[in-house]
């Protein structure tokens, strides 16, 4: 279904069977649920009231508000030993008018989530977002601060929505002696967990500006163990050529 602007809301149908769960045990389970754009960048899930336990929710003061939604009226959460505080949310007398029957819930308050039967990490996956893993044999260099860094001609690309292209490279085209493994990880719902390393070059240490997927998720598998470098940090040269530096929320 193509997306609507109900009230400035972007809600669509969603195809996927989602569930979620807390303390063990399944809160809600639908085939039915509702992608609702509370921010720009991923859906959240919203389920149908009738496909919730709300036998497991119990009703707080605690109320958020939004200009487009409407007050959310918050709920505790009871699975199993556990208890989540105002985890699940409604907006009974949204301007939306088909919100009103939906509840839904913070995704990091909750266990686990699932698409069919595929466990979802971060965030809810924007069906609009797509991931491209090709191999190539164009030469790529990275410099910092003067200091080649790598330079590989069995680079892989990684395409995704909304970001610039990713340059992976093998570590034995890597400078690994300037590389200084870090303490981070992130996650991505599209790649899984990163973890970081910061460089000593150029007269100074860089941190966090180099990551791998030791095991990406199947759909980006082809990045498993190759390290990247943020486009927006170093000197990047493709074929020859300089690239500019994009500016994003890494920039």
């Not at 039915?32 to 754009?37: A, D, G, P």
């Not at 389920?47 to 009226?73: C, I, K, M, N, Y």
């Not at 907006?91 to 029957?101: D, N, Q």
């Not at 069919?116 to 090709?134: G, K, S």
Request: proline share 6%.
């Amino acid at each position: 279904m193509a997306a609507d602007q109900r009230g400035h809301v972007r809600i669509e149908d969603g195809s996927k069977r989602i569930r979620t769960y807390l303390g063990g045990e399944l809160i809600a389970d639908t085939t039915r649920v509702k992608l609702v754009w509370e921010k720009p960048y991923y859906p959240t899930y919203y389920f149908p009231e009738a496909d919730v336990r709300t036998e497991l929710l119990e009703p707080s003061d605690h109320v958020t508000r939004s200009p487009s939604r409407g007050d959310a009226h918050h709920f505790a959460v009871k699975g199993g030993a556990r208890r989540a505080e105002h985890a699940a949310y409604r907006h009974p007398e949204s301007p939306v008018e088909e919100l009103r029957g939906l509840v839904a819930f913070r995704w990091e308050a909750m266990d686990h989530w699932f698409e069919e039967d595929e466990e979802v990490f971060v965030h809810a996956r924007d069906p609009y977002t797509r991931i491209d893993v090709l191999r190539s044999s164009r030469r790529v260099q990275v410099a910092i601060g003067g200091v080649t860094i790598a330079d590989s001609h069995s680079p892989t690309l990684l395409f995704e929505t909304g970001l610039p292209t990713r340059y992976y490279l093998p570590k034995t085209d890597v400078r690994l002696d300037l590389l200084t493994p870090t303490d981070t990880k992130t996650y991505c719902p599209y790649k899984g967990e990163a973890e970081y390393w910061s460089v000593d070059a150029g007269g100074g240490t860089h941190e966090d500006i180099v990551w791998s997927y030791r095991y990406p998720v199947h759909e980006s598998a082809g990045i498993a163990g190759l390290v990247c470098f943020y486009n927006e940090k170093v000197d990047l040269t493709v074929d020859g050529e300089p690239q500019e530096r994009p500016r994003t929320v890494f920039s």
